[in-house]
């Protein structure tokens, strides 16, 4: 039985994520796509979580969050990291990703309609020019989420940070937002299709300001101490809470 109610909720994530792509596409000439963008992935998130039955909890150390763009880093345990990431913050974000994912039938070309960010990591040039134009974006109002661990930790700890991400926030000379979410892998376990209802419990902390560090390997090391730590110590004040 459970299984097969995996395999339901696993129908109607797919069912939700097309309707709300056709839904983005169709609000696209509306009301442009960061509008189009924001309400869609909000929506797209509200019916995972309902649907499998996920509660979200956010709390927040920082005194407030920049109102000008900034760079959204956070570990990466679980796929429903995403919708809490899109629930969490009350403004669009766009993706940081690897240039496979462009190629994926559906998924890619939705996110390259909406303008996600995409960098070559097999090509330093063709990276370094991703990079360059999309510090250009930032500047010109785009804020920005990223996984620089790359891929899903299988144990909970947190993996390598590969440097793009980085790189990007000194080019741009953004704040970079350390994020800690818990919970999120034993809601979908890595490597399988198994769905159990629970709590995912994000943590923000306080902005890195990148303009004071000289190379991206000490901006990476400096966010990635702080979300080790917001994953030991949850703030005590509640920034938001959002129920699916």
């Known amino acids: 039985m459970k299984t097969l109610i995996d395999k339901i909720q696993t129908i109607l994530?797919?069912?939700h994520t097309?309707?709300?792509?056709?839904l983005a596409?169709?609000?696209?000439?509306?009301?442009?796509?960061?509008?189009?963008?924001?309400?869609?992935?909000?929506?797209?998130?509200?019916?995972?979580?309902?649907?499998?039955?996920?509660?979200?909890?956010?709390?927040?150390?920082?005194?407030?969050?920049?109102?000008?763009?900034?760079i959204v880093v956070s570990n990466h345990t679980s796929n429903f990291d995403?919708?809490?990431?899109?629930?969490?913050?009350?403004?669009?974000?766009?993706?940081?990703?690897?240039k496979e994912l462009q190629k994926i039938p559906f998924m890619g070309w939705v996110m390259t309609a909406f303008g996600m960010v995409f960098i070559d990591r097999s090509n330093p040039e063709l990276a370094r020019k991703a990079i360059s134009d999309a510090a250009k974006e930032i500047r010109g109002g785009k804020t920005l989420m990223s996984f620089p661990e790359g891929t899903r930790s299988r144990t909970g700890s947190m993996q390598?940070?590969?440097?793009?991400?980085?790189?990007?926030?000194?080019?741009?000379?953004?704040?970079v937002i350390p994020v800690a979410i818990t919970g999120a892998a034993s809601i979908n376990p890595p490597g399988t299709w198994e769905l159990e209802s629970g709590t995912i419990h994000l943590s923000i902390g306080q902005p890195v300001d990148s303009r004071q560090?000289?190379?991206a390997s000490e901006l990476s090391d400096a966010v990635k101490a702080k979300i080790e730590y917001l994953l030991k110590n949850k703030p005590a004040e509640v920034y938001a809470v959002s129920a699916g």
């Open 13 to 15: 994530i797919g069912i």
């Open 25 to 70: 596409f169709i609000l696209l000439p509306l009301f442009g796509a960061s509008k189009a963008l924001m309400l869609a992935s909000k929506l797209w998130s509200r019916l995972i979580f309902i649907t499998v039955g996920v509660r979200l909890v956010v709390d927040c150390e920082a005194d407030r969050l920049p109102s000008d763009p900034f």
């Open 160 to 175: 390598s940070f590969k440097k793009g991400t980085f790189h990007l926030a000194v080019a741009a000379q953004v704040p």
């Open 18 to 22: 097309v309707i709300s792509a056709t």
């Open 213 to 215: 560090f000289e190379t």
């Open 82 to 98: 995403i919708p809490a990431l899109f629930l969490a913050f009350h403004r669009t974000l766009y993706f940081i990703s690897k």
